[in-house]
């Protein structure tokens, strides 16, 4: 069996490589534009939904999202209807850095995707959601205390 999921994983370990060192200028380190990218596309999203976009355990989102706070990228509001809920928000220091974050991620796309059709584009695109859909299946299960069959 091909080693398809060891290519991506260098593809995604090394565009997350790049995309530290590059926006280690702007005080974001450790895949927080990923959080910032979430949470500047969809303003008042929950941090729960947020972990669960990226796929990281609540822990480790309230980790990077705690960061993005301290540093003035992003700010926690109370929901009007249950103050227990707090909804983050982009603040004009994140508006400002998400355009860089979606530009370099453009970038990106571009030089992975050179050379292929877009017909090839969307067959890759179409299968990688399926493996990712097949991944969630387990990601759920485990998340929630459950061990794989192997």
Same mark, same amino acid.
Request: proline letters at 3%.
């Given at each position: 069996m091909k080693e398809i999921l060891r290519e991506i994983g260098m593809i995604a370990r090394a565009l997350d490589s790049i995309s530290n060192l590059e926006f280690k200028e702007y005080d974001l380190t450790k895949g927080q534009y990923l959080y910032l990218v979430r949470i500047c596309e969809s303003p008042g999203i929950i941090q729960e939904k947020v972990a669960e976009m990226i796929k990281v355990d609540r822990t480790t989102a309230s980790r990077a999202i705690k960061k993005l706070e301290l540093n @003035?990228?992003?700010?926690?509001? !109370? !929901?009007?209807?249950? =103050? =227990?809920?707090?909804?983050?928000?982009?603040?004009?220091? @994140?508006?400002?850095v998400y355009p860089i974050i979606k530009r370099e991620n453009d970038h990106s796309n571009q030089v992975a995707l050179a050379g292929f059709t877009d017909n090839e584009i969307e067959v890759i695109f179409k299968l990688l959601q =399926? *493996?990712?859909?097949? *991944?969630?299946v387990d990601w759920e299960a485990v998340k929630k205390g459950h061990k794989r069959t192997y």
């Open positions: @003035g990228f992003i700010e926690k509001r !109370d !929901d009007e209807q249950n =103050k =227990k809920i707090k909804k983050l928000f982009p603040t004009e220091k @994140g508006k400002t =399926k *493996v990712r859909q097949n *991944v969630e």
